[in-house]
T-cell receptor, first 112, second 113 residues
Framework: TQLLEQSPQFLSIQEGENLTVYCNSS?????LQWYRQEPGEGPVLLVTVVTGGEVKKLKRLTFQFGDARKDSSLHITAAQPGDTGLYLCAGARTDSWGKLQFGAGTQVVVTP | GAGVSQSPRYKVAKRGQDVALRCDPISGHVSLFWYQQALGQGPEFLTYFQNEAQLDKSGLPSDRFFAERPEGSVSTLKIQRTQQEDSAVYLC???????????FGPGTRLTVL
């Protein structure tokens, strides 16, 4: 059972469309990270959020950390085929810094 | 190299064999982590080290799994008497920062026949 629930599990969109991926938990996290993973490779860190209500932008990607630090979202504007991949959220609880808990991931496919 | 490296990239073992998976972290990274990733799932935490000290091994699924990092650099994950359910990708990561931002290797895909 994953501590972090991601939705949707799978998302297929056309190039130029927008998308949002959600990451929810009943636990409070001291920090939350988003990673992207491509087949045959390890996850690559996109962003870390640490403050409740925080919003971070990375080009066309916008990340938000919930006020209560239990949930997060990733929004991609004008998606491109290069955005295709498995998006994973991962949280670190205050009482277990080293034990990063991952969600099951959202598979995003962007077609030209 | 600049990133985390793992070897071998692929390993096929017969049920009951012992295997050893190696991880070379980014130079200077104090913390090192092992994860198991099943097909279609996110990584599941196995264990982590700070330098040579194993601070949390709560994710190791059984006493057949053993990890070490004797000199605080390279780490080895050993699985004894492999079972079919051990088939998965084993990921290693290292980190340096306050917020445990992790840099992953490409993983070792283990297939137990």
């Amino acid at each position: 059972t994953q501590l972090l629930e991601q939705s949707p599990q799978f998302l297929s969109i056309q190039e130029g469309e927008n998308l949002t991926v959600y990451c929810n938990s009943s636990s409070v996290f001291s920090s939350l990270q988003w990673y992207r993973q491509e087949p045959g490779e390890g996850p690559v860190l996109l962003v870390t959020v640490v403050t409740g209500g925080e919003v971070k932008k990375l080009k066309r990607l916008t990340f938000q950390f919930g006020d209560a630090r239990k949930d997060s979202s990733l929004h991609i504007t004008a998606a491109q085929p290069g955005d295709t991949g498995l998006y994973l959220c991962a949280g670190a609880r205050t009482d277990s810094w080293g034990k990063l808990q991952f969600g099951a991931g959202t598979q995003v496919v962007v077609t030209p | 190299g600049a990133g985390v490296s793992q070897s071998p990239r692929y390993k096929v073992a017969k049920r009951g064999q012992d295997v050893a998976l190696r991880c070379d972290p980014i130079s200077g990274h104090v913390s090192l982590f092992w994860y198991q990733q099943a097909l279609g799932q996110g990584p599941e935490f196995l264990t982590y080290f700070q330098n040579e000290a194993q601070l949390d091994k709560s994710g190791l699924p059984s006493d057949r799994f053993f990890a070490e990092r004797p000199e605080g650099s390279v780490s080895t994950l050993k699985i004894q008497r492999t079972q079919q359910e051990d088939s998965a990708v084993y990921l290693c990561a290292s980190s340096l920062g306050e917020y445990n931002e992790q840099f992953f290797g490409p993983g070792t895909r283990l297939t137990v026949l």
